[in-house]
């Protein structure tokens, strides 16, 4: 059900840097063809790196773990259906022979099906703001319990409650490392006022966690929180404006559930005209950056 390309499957058995990227930021987080711009800048600042990309998406019902350039435009360009895949949703996707982009939590998990220790992407999911009322908690929180993985992004979305999405990560006993910060970035910006327990400013230090954490056989994953670089980021009082729009607009639509997300994501692109989705690109390429130096330190030591 699994479909590795070969070489990304001989580089696994060799012990050889990869690092995933997901696939639902391609068809429910970025509007076309930006979307497969994106997918494919993200692969090649990988590849610079010297360390192998790994794509995955569900195709026709076949988990492919490295999306073909074919592939990527398949699943971007919005002419076929492609189901928003979480954790709970893979089985019936391979059943039915669906087109499925994953999120976070269904990335780790392949990840860690396949032996990929690393995954960069945008901004993880969390607890949404009104969780006391509504309970929506993403199922990426509870992922990083269970698959060892370290997902590299760029703290959680700015759409969420970032406390509460902080402690509910720490009920969990998931390990947050800050790079090169001592805040939470939220996303769209580098500043949420929370602080971080712990920070690394080297690539190295992040290896070296990983290392110690999975050589001892102590589950699940690691979030590593790194903010947008300055050039990029967005005044969090702007930003927060149009968050706080996007947010009521969806309440009176009464958008729940799993659109809520990519919902949101296209409407602050509106409201900002395009701004934050040239944000949401750099932040992503960012962290495709520093999940690729740290695979490699973490795999070849240098
Ligand atoms: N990061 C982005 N854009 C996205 C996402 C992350 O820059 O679209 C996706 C991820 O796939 C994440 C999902 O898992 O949003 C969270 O959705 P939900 O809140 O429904 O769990
Ligand atoms: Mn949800």
Not at 154 to 165: H, M, P, R, S
Request: aromatic share 6%; glycine share 6%; with cysteine.
């Amino acid at each position: 059900m699994i479909r590795i390309r070969e070489d990304i499957l001989e580089a696994i058995k060799q012990n050889k840097p990869v690092v995933a990227l997901e696939s639902t930021i391609i068809s429910h987080g970025m509007p076309y063809p930006e979307n497969v711009r994106s997918a494919n800048r993200c692969q090649e600042i990988i590849q610079e790196q010297g360390v192998l990309a790994a794509t995955i998406a569900i195709i026709d019902g076949d988990i492919v773990v490295g999306l073909t350039e074919e592939e990527i435009e398949y699943i971007a360009n919005k002419k076929v259906e492609v189901l928003k895949v979480s954790r709970k949703d893979i089985p019936v996707a391979v059943a039915k022979k669906q087109n499925g982009a994953l999120t976070v939590s269904a990335t780790s998990l392949i990840c860690d099906m396949v032996g990929i220790k690393f995954f960069a992407t945008g901004g993880i999911g969390g607890v949404h703001r009104g969780a006391e009322e509504t309970f929506d908690i993403s199922c990426d929180l509870e992922e990083f319990t269970k698959s060892k993985v370290a997902v590299f992004s760029a703290g959680a979305k700015a759409i969420l409650d970032l406390e509460k999405t902080m402690e509910y990560m720490e009920t969990k006993g998931i390990l947050v490392l800050g790079y090169q910060t001592n805040e939470l970035p939220a996303f769209y910006s580098r500043e949420s006022g929370i602080e971080l327990e712990y920070r690394c400013d080297t690539p190295e230090e992040i290896a070296k966690i990983l290392k110690v954490k999975w050589d001892l056989g102590i589950d699940g994953g690691v979030f590593i929180a790194n903010p947008i670089p300055k050039e990029f980021s967005y005044p969090s009082a702007e930003i927060n404006k149009a968050i706080d729009e996007a947010i009521e607009e969806m309440n009176k639509l009464g958008i729940k559930g799993k659109k809520t997300t990519p919902f949101l994501l296209s409407k602050i692109t509106e409201i900002t005209n395009n701004k934050s989705l040239e944000v949401n690109k750099e932040l992503v390429y960012n962290n495709c950056d520093l999940a690729a130096k740290t695979a490699k330190i973490f795999w070849l030591g240098a």
